[in-house]
């Protein structure tokens, strides 16, 4: 989590002198007014938060309580004082939130923000290891029935950044 390095905002102004396109992806849950504020000076062109489901869910997924109110405050906050930083929200689309997504992409183009989704997948660099050695893989066939319903949704949304090819792989 980049929020949690001190000075921040000064590697993101370094970045942003250096570079011309800067990224800042976040939990969004230490996302402050302060913080915001400053974005809005060193000009970031985007930030890129994590949601993966609604209400409870979400802070289950995240394992943290109040997470998808915080990560909703930080929303808010950053389009209050960094009006010009484009938001997107990241979503991992696993079985814990399938039932949810198409109600979360709803709420995301509500607030005016792009919203970007990638399949769960087992990383190699850490053994497929899931939080309560959980499978979150899409398997069962009422499953990938459920996704297919939702990829045809989300093809639909104007927030979604998504390409309709890499849906369509998902």
């Not at 001190?6 to 370094?14: A, F, P, R």
């Not at 183009?109 to 850490?126: A, I, M, S, T």
């Amino acid at each position: 989590e980049p929020l949690l390095i001190k000075d921040i905002l000064d590697y993101v102004s370094y970045a942003k002198r250096k570079i011309c396109s800067v990224n800042l992806v976040t939990n969004g849950y230490l996302v402050s007014e302060d913080f915001a504020r400053g974005l809005k000076g060193i000009k970031l062109d985007s930030i890129s938060i994590s949601l993966d489901s609604l209400g409870e869910n979400n802070d289950s997924i995240r394992g943290m309580p109040g997470a998808f109110d915080k990560t909703l405050g930080a929303i808010r906050l950053l389009q209050k004082y960094a009006p010009g930083v484009k938001i997107t929200v990241n979503t991992v689309i696993s079985r814990q939130n399938l039932d949810e997504l198409k109600e979360l992409s709803d709420l995301t183009g509500g607030l005016g923000v792009l919203h970007k989704f990638q399949p769960v997948y087992r990383h190699p660099d850490f053994g497929g290891v899931q939080k309560d050695n959980q499978d979150l893989s899409i398997r069962s066939a009422e499953d990938i029935g459920k996704l297919r319903s939702v990829i045809a949704y989300l093809k639909k949304k104007r927030n979604v950044s998504n390409s309709r090819y890499f849906l369509s792989c998902i």
